[in-house]
């Protein structure tokens, strides 16, 4: 049990009492978990928005959750949408360059509601017989602009044979997604033809492997996003594991780091101890006193670094519209727009896991430091 007198000399110790510069001079040790709890926290909320971000990407640009290679009836499905299209390669030729284009034949709606908004699709109203969309990328490469004219040279894989078609950009799509888009393009469906597959778009990713089951059990032929595009998204999720990894490894690091706390404070309050000593108390209860006092200040360390990663990763989407602007091609497989999610849960394990391993750590570097060994007192 803590009596009063140690309560108010633990008290006084932390600050209280004692000043401004005083408090802020006793968690000086305790800087460096601060600095790198805060990195651990922006890095996990980038990682979260960042991989979010082109999960739903590959959804978007590919070929929704679900492509089905015959028409279904997803009507019992609610805030499910299908589309239908086609597939084509071609090369396009403008007076500023050439480039190679995956080709998609679409109908009218395609990009009504979730998909124009995530595209940053922006259209014009001048009348074109072959309208074509094309992604800011290739635009840019290509000095393409609303109105333009190139020559689309149209492969048909049906008759085997290559054909030259005349277009004009009347849209131009921005998803932030070099590395995805930038050989994509969208023409009138009439344009490709063939028989072409339908493209599911469900309102969340959870439903998507049931949805795909539902299909198959009606002998549908389908396939989910991640089989399909299985290379890119298990390169996703590795990598966002193995940043995890390394992240958690820091953490440990960060948790070891705060035994250094306990030496500070030793040292600094050398005379007091020695003091302590003298009037009689135990060496375990001065233990105890010095490790509540190291403990709270890991964790206001660590919440002072939570609230500033928490800022930091707040500010993250416009830190990679400062480089994507500066240098693209330092981030050219990241989305250089997307929305902030918070891994809330993450973050609290996270936590939790730094304030146990520092109380262990702390307890076993308390027992073994040398600064207690000026105390002989023993009761």
Not at 76 to 97: C, I, L, P, R, T
Not at 107 to 127: A, N, P, Q
Not at 157 to 182: H, M, N
Not at 337 to 346: E, G, H, M, T
Request: aromatic share 10%; glycine share 6%.
């Amino acid at each position: 049990m803590r009596n009063d007198g140690e309560g108010l000399y633990l008290r006084r110790k932390e600050g209280r009492g004692m000043g401004v510069k005083w408090t802020l001079h006793s968690l000086v040790p305790a800087l460096l978990v601060t600095l790198i709890t805060a990195l651990l926290v922006f890095a996990m909320v980038f990682i979260s928005s960042m991989t979010t971000a082109i999960d739903r990407m590959i959804v978007m640009l590919g070929s929704g959750n679900i492509v089905s290679y015959q028409n279904c009836d997803i009507s019992q499905w609610s805030g499910a949408d299908k589309y239908h299209v086609v597939e084509a390669s071609g090369v396009v030729f403008s007076e500023n360059g050439k480039s190679l284009v995956n080709l998609k034949g679409i109908e009218e709606g395609y990009f009504d509601g979730e998909r124009g908004e995530t595209l940053k699709l922006t259209t014009t109203e001048i009348e074109a017989r072959n309208p074509i969309i094309v992604s800011k990328t290739l635009a840019d490469r290509l000095k393409l602009d609303f109105g333009d004219t190139m020559t689309l040279m149209l492969y048909e894989t049906e008759k085997e044979r290559a054909r030259p078609v005349l277009a004009t950009v009347t849209g131009i799509f921005d998803s932030g997604y070099a590395q995805l888009d930038r050989y994509l393009a969208y023409v009138d469906y009439s344009l490709i033809g063939g028989e072409g597959e339908w493209e599911i778009i469900l309102e969340s990713n959870n439903d998507t492997d049931k949805r795909a089951e539902e299909l198959w059990a009606k002998g549908i032929w389908c396939e989910t996003y991640k089989e399909k595009y299985s290379s890119l998204y298990l390169n996703v999720k590795q990598s966002v594991t193995i940043l995890y990894v390394i992240l958690a490894s820091v953490a440990l690091l960060a948790a070891f780091f705060s035994t250094d706390i306990v030496h500070v404070y030793l040292t600094r309050d050398y005379r007091d101890i020695t003091a302590l000593s003298i009037l009689g108390m135990e060496k375990k209860r001065i233990r105890r006193i010095y490790l509540i006092l190291s403990l709270r200040a890991v964790m206001v360390a660590s919440l002072l670094g939570t609230v500033i990663g928490l800022i930091l990763g707040s500010l993250s989407p416009l830190l990679i519209k400062l480089v994507a602007a500066s240098n693209p091609s330092l981030v050219e497989y990241y989305i250089s727009s997307f929305s902030v999610k918070v891994p809330w849960l993450a973050i609290f394990i996270m936590i939790l896991a730094m304030a146990l391993l520092s109380l262990l750590t702390l307890f076993v570097s308390i027992k073994k430091e040398k600064d207690l060994g000026v105390i002989t007192h023993e009761s």
